[in-house]
């Protein structure tokens, strides 16, 4: 990427708006902080890799292949207000999607709203961020179809019409999370609910790559599949159920890995079920120990995104407390968004991994 002063101060269009770019978290002003900090949910695939990026920086570990651009409108009396925030990042198994958070409340998020701030970070972009690099947009919907539509316009690089991942993004606190008391046995079974430990790599690797196999075009191969185990273990943020059927060995039969966290967030970022083990009740049974370990933890709040077409996954966390996701009510509730993730020519992009 060019070569940055830390902070640069794009020109803008319109003179309401201000773009900063940044290539240290360090200098990220306080008042955007505050506003991700804010809405910690809805940034939670970006918050948590910048306090750790900001972490390395005050230890005097730099990485210069990761940026930050802020859009802040300017009000009357030099009232600034925190519109989004782009990322452009990456953490051990690859590059991440751009990111695009929104920190304003969300009926703000109009065509009219939306639209002169997205070309003016894009504008930005096309100064400091090579075309091949942007392989995806991962966004709130209306935000990532508006972008993906002026990006191809901007650089003639299409975008694919059927999105990689479309999710709701929905989170449960210690308020809706609902409690059940866990039973020793079922139906023969029985089972054990534990952080994972070293000795489990090779499992949560099989599920890792099972997950991948799933998740289009982002796949892996053993040895990806291993190190993403060996990453998740040593970092403490996956959970396994371990099962025994009769007089047989334990089986890993279910993972749930939470890999992007805050100290009041944590977000649930994989959930997978071996074949042979699929409608047992694992993966509910899982996600409800994990989510009050965390929130008896200290965290406020466990996010997470699921698939549209998921309805398997969308009952289970309805059923442990994740808000929004109950189909016979239509209302809506803040925090709980549609996102998506929309790919960009794959002949003309470097695909990444997340």
């Known amino acids: 990427m060019p070569a940055l002063t830390s902070r640069t101060t794009f020109p803008t269009e319109e003179s309401n708006l201000e773009i900063n770019v940044y290539d240290s978290v360090s200098d990220i002003p306080v008042e955007v902080w505050e506003a991700l900090r804010w809405n910690a949910v809805r940034t939670n695939v970006m918050l948590p890799l910048a306090e750790k990026v900001l972490s390395k920086e005050q230890g005097g570990l730099f990485d210069q292949d990761q940026l930050w651009i802020t859009c802040i409108s ?26 695009i958070v929104a920190t304003v409340p969300f009926p703000f998020l109009t065509n009219q709203f939306i639209s002169p701030r997205l070309h003016n970070l894009i504008l930005a972009m096309q100064r400091y961020i090579p075309l091949e690099r942007v392989y995806s947009i991962f966004a709130p919907e209306l935000i990532a179809e508006l972008f993906a539509d002026m990006w191809t316009e901007s650089t003639g690089i299409s975008h694919y019409e059927k ?21 020793d046995a079922v139906g023969g079974r029985t089972y054990t609910l534990r952080p994972a430990v070293a000795s489990d790599v090779d499992a ?33 943020e996956v959970w396994v159920h371990e099962t025994r059927t009769g007089s047989s060995g334990p089986e890993i039969a279910c993972m749930v890995a939470y890999t992007r966290n805050t100290s009041t967030t944590a977000t649930i970022t994989k959930v997978m079920t071996s074949v042979g083990h699929r409608g047992f009740g694992c993966a509910q049974r899982l996600v409800r120990q994990v989510c009050k370990h965390l929130l008896h933890s200290g965290k406020q709040t466990v996010a997470l995104y699921v698939a549209h077409d998921n309805g398997a996954a969308t009952k289970v966390y309805h059923n442990v407390g994740f808000l929004g996701l109950d189909k016979s009510n239509n ?17 003309r992009v470097q695909l990444g991994h997340w």
Do not use: H
């Open 74 to 99: 300017l009000g009357s009396e030099g009232r600034r207000t925190v519109d989004f925030v782009l990322s452009c990042s990456k953490n051990e198994m690859g590059e991440y999607p751009i990111f």
């Open 163 to 183: 999105p990689y991942y479309a999710a709701m993004l929905s989170y449960c606190t210690i308020r809706s999370f609902r409690n059940r008391q866990a039973t």
């Open 204 to 236: 949560v690797a099989r599920l890792c790559l099972g997950f991948a196999s799933e998740s289009e075009p982002f796949v892996l191969d053993w040895a990806g599949a291993l190190k993403e185990a060996n990453m998740l273990i040593s970092n403490e």
């Open 331 to 347: 209302e809506p509730l803040e925090g709980v968004e549609r996102w998506s993730e929309i790919g960009f020519d794959r002949t």
